[in-house]
C-alpha cells in the first residue's frame, strides 16, 4: 500500500511536470488582508505554537491567529515587532530596544514581561531584534550588534566584531553568520571562527542548513546558493535554476520541507517552492494571486501549511500537493467546462472557446470562439461539443463534423462500436465513423434540447430537457429513427424542472429539484431512491461522468467529495474555501484525465486534484477555553473547577481549536440524556437566559463531513437570585401572614359594614313600605271620604232635582186649575199676570245655576267634555243631558223644561241626530260614558 502510495505521487508529480507547472500551476493558498487581521500591513515574522496558535510579529504588535479568530496585542510602548517565537507556553518576541515573552494569566489574557532590562540602568542602545530561536534550553535574541542569550532567569551578551545577519541551529550547533567576518560558531558565551572564504565576504547570508550528510547548503540574499562539503571545507555554488533566480528576486527568507522540497521567500517576486535539485516546482506571486511579492517570514504549520508574513497581508499556502490549481490571470479563458489529455496535451474548452496548454502558455485555437460544452476523445480523435456544432480537433485546428448546434453531450450506443449518439439544442442526433470518416444524422421526432443522455440498454435512453421534462426513447434495431420519445412527467417525478440523468451500478437514476429518483422497470414509474437520498443527501448531485467507478458530488454548501463505488474507504473532501466561489453555477463538472488525475472546473482555471493520493483528513481537536465573562469582566478559568455565577448576569465563554482545519463550533447545553447541538455562529457563545441550577456545557468541533472533536465539558451553577433565601423566605411568610391578617381583619370589617349597610338599607325599606302602605291608606280614606262626599252631593244633586220636580209639579198643577177655573177671573189681566208668575217659577234660571254648581261638584268634567265633543249643543240640550246623566225619568224632565212629556221626547230625538247617536244606541248609556 506504501508503495502504491508513492507510485501515485510519482505520477501526479510527473503529470504536472509535463505540462510545465512554473509557470501557471500553483498549490492552494487563502490570502489574509489587514482588514481581516485587524493590525498593521507589515508582518515581519511568523511562528507557530505547539498548540497550533499562529504568532505574527506585526508592525503596529502582536497578531495571534487561532484558525477562526484575529486577536491582536500591543506593547506596553506600541512599538513596531520584528520577530516573534512561540516557545512551549511563552511567545517571545524582539522589537526596537525591546524583548521579551508574552504569557497568558489565570484569566486567558496575553500578558507581557519585558527582559531587555537584564542589567541595572543597562537597555540595548538603538537595537532591532530581527531573530528569535531556541538552543540548548535557551532562548537567543539577535539584533545586528549583539547576542542575548536567556537562560535559566538569566542573560548573557554575546557581542561579535561585526554585523550580525541570521543565526542557524544545524546538528544541535549554532552558525552565526556576521558581515565580512564570514561564519562562526557559538559554544558558550563565545564565537569561534568557522567559514572565512573570498565568495562570502560580502554575501549577506540568509540561512545554514544540512544539504546531505557530507554537506551544508547556505543561501544568500543576491550571490545564490553554496554547497559547503564538510570533509575537505570546500565551498562551492550550487548551480540549480533557483540559484539563478534568486540572484535577481533577492531572497529574504528559506525553509526546507519534511518532505526536502525548499521554499524561497523573496523580496521582489513572492515565493518560490523547489525540489532538492533546485527544479521550480511552484511560483506563488502577486500575478497568481499573492497579496504582495515581499516575503518577510514563512513557518511550517503542523499541517503542513505555509503560513507567509508579507509586506503587505498574510498567505496561507497548503503544501500537500493533492490539489494545485491553476490560474489563468490574463482573463481569456472564462469559465471552464471540460478538460481532457490528449496527445500530451491538455485541452479546455470554456465559455469563449477551445484553449490548449503548450510548456505553460495557454493558446487559443483559431474559429474555437464561442461556448463549448464536451470534450470527448473516440476512436483516438478528439471531438469538441461546441454551441456552433461538433468539431474534430486535429493538430490544434477544428474541422467541422456536424453543423448541428449545441453539442452538449455524446454518448457510445453499447454494444455498437462505432455508433454514438448526442444531444443537442434541436434534440439527439446520430454519429457513425467509418474508415475515418464521420456521418451525422438528426433522429428526428422531437427538436427539443436534450442536455443529459443515458443509455438503459442497448436501443433504449433516457434524455433530459435542457429545462424541463424527461424523456425515454426507444430507437429502431439500426438507429435510423425513434419508435418512442415517451414523456415520464405523470410517472412518479417529483419536479420535471432542471433534472440531471445518470446510470449508477446499473440503476438509471435522477437528481430532480426535490431529491434522487430512480426508474422502477417492473412496474414502468420512477420512485424514490432512498439509498441516495440517505448516502448523499437530497441536496447533492454528481458532476462528474456517473458511469465511472469513482463518483464526485457537490453539495449546497459547495462541499466537493469523491466517492468509490467498488471500495469501501473515505474519500476525499475539498472543502468549499478552496475554491473560494469559483465554480461555474449550474455547470459545476469535474473532468477525469486518467486513473488517478481529475480536473475541478473553475472559472479562469482548474483545480487539478490527485485522488488516489494518501488523503489528508480534517483534523478536529477538542476544543479549549480561551476566556469566560461575567457581564464584561474575565473570571479565572480552571480546567478543573465549578465555575459559580450571580443570577441574571450574561455569561460568555469563548473557545478555539487551533489544530482542527475547516471546522465550526457546536455546543449543547445537557438538560437530559439526549444531548441536543446547536451550530455557533462565532467562536464565542452568549448565555443570558440561564435560569438558577447546575449546568453541563458541552462543546465540539465539526465540519462539513459530520466528524466531530472530542468533547469540551464545563460545569457552571448559577447561584439562586437573591430573594431565594431562608431569610428571605422568613420575611416572605412574615409578610405575607401579615398581609394576610390585615386583609382577614379588613374582610371582617367590610363584612361588618355591609351587614350593617343592609340592616340600615332594609330598615330604610321597610319604612318606605310602612310611608307607601299609610299613604295608601291615607288616600284610601280621602277617596272614600270624596266617595261620600260624592255621594251625600249626588243625594242633595238629586234631592234638589226631586224638589224642583215637585215644586214644578205643584206649580203646574196649580197653572193648570188656574186654566181650568179662568172663567172665574174677572180680570184677565190678573189671570195672565199669575200663569206668567207661574211660568217664571218653573223655568227660573237660579234654581238651574244651583243645579248646575251641584252638578258640577259630582261631575266636574261633564259639561266640559261635553261641549269639547259636541260643541252645536245648545244651553237646553245640556240641561236635558245632565238631566239624563242624573237617571230622571222624561216625566220627571219635562216639568223641569217646562214642556209636555210629548214635547220632551221630540227634544230627545232631535238632541240624538245632533250628535249623530244610531237610533238603537241608548242616549243615557252614552252620557254615562261622560264623567
Known sequence: MQLKHYKVLFLFSFFIASYNVTAQYIPYFKNYTLTEYNAGNQNWDVSRADNGKLYVANDKGLVEFDGL?????????????????????????????????????????????????????????????????????????????????YKNGEIKQVKPESTILSCSVVDNRVYV??????????????????????????????????????????????????????????????????????????????????????????????????????HVKYHINKENGLLNNTVLGHELGSNNNLWVGLDNGIAEIDLDYNHTLYNDTSGKLGAVYDVISYKNTLYLGSNTGLFYLKEGNLNFIEGSQGQVWDLKEINGQLLCGHNDGTYLVENNKLRTISEFTGGWVIKKVPEAENTFIQGTYGGLVRFDISEGKWN????????????????????????????KGLFRVRFDKNYDSILAFDDYKNKGLWSDFSIKVHKIKNDICFKTNIGWQKYEALIDSIVPHDLLNKSFGTDTDIISESGANELVTNNANDKITFLSLTEDKKGLNLPNELIQKRLVVDAESVSQLNDSIYTLNLYDGFMLINNTAKKKRDTLQKPIIEHIEIGKTLVDIDEEQVYEFPFNKSISVSISSPLSQNHFFEYAIATSDVLNWYKMDHERLELSSLGDGDYNIHFRATNLSGEVSPEKIIQITILPPWYKNSLFYFMVALIISGVVYGLHKRKIKKEQKILHDKLVKEQEILLKEKTIENDKKIVQLKNQSLKREVKLKSKQLANTAMALVKKNESMLEIKNELIKNKEGFDNSSTYKRLLRKIDNSIGHEDEWEIFEYNFNQVHEEFFNQLKAKHPKLTHKDLKICAYIKMNLLTKEIAPLMNVSIRGLETHRYRLKRKINLESDKSLSEYLRDFK
Open 69 to 149: 479568530k484575529w486577536n491582536f496585542y500591543q506593547l506596553p510602548n506600541k512599538t513596531i515587532i520584528r520577530s516573534v517565537l512561540a516557545h512551549k507556553d511563552l511567545i517571545y518576541t524582539g522589537s526596537y530596544e525591546e524583548f521579551g515573552y508574552w504569557k497568558k494569566n489565570s484569566k486567558g489574557k496575553l500578558i507581557y514581561t519585558s527582559l531587555s532590562n537584564f542589567k541595572e540602568d543597562e537597555t540595548p542602545s538603538d537595537e532591532e531584534f530581527w531573530q528569535i530561536f531556541f538552543h540548548d534550553d535557551a532562548i537567543l535574541f539577535r539584533s545586528f550588534s549583539n547576542l542575548y542569550i
Open 177 to 278: 553568520s556576521t558581515v565580512g567576518n564570514g561564519i562562526f560558531i557559538l559554544e558558550g558565551d563565545l564565537l569561534k571562527p568557522f567559514i572565512n572564504t573570498r565568495e562570502l565576504v560580502d554575501a549577506k547570508i540568509i540561512s545554514i542548513v544540512n544539504y546531505n550528510k557530507e554537506e551544508l547548503f547556505i543561501t544568500t540574499a543576491l550571490n545564490g546558493c553554496y554547497l559547503y562539503h564538510k570533509a575537505n571545507n570546500k565551498l562551492e555554488p550550487w548551480e540549480s535554476d533557483i540559484s539563478n533566480i534568486i540572484k535577481e528576486q533577492q531572497l529574504n527568507t528559506f525553509q526546507v520541507l519534511n518532505n526536502g522540497d525548499m521554499v524561497f521567500g523573496t523580496i521582489k517576486n513572492g515565493v518560490y517552492v523547489t525540489n532538492k535539485s533546485g
Open 440 to 467: 451525422t444524422k438528426h433522429m428526428g421526432n422531437k427538436t427539443i434540447p436534450i442536455k443529459y443522455l443515458v443509455f438503459e440498454d442497448t436501443h433504449t435512453a433516457w434524455a433530459a430537457h435542457a429545462y
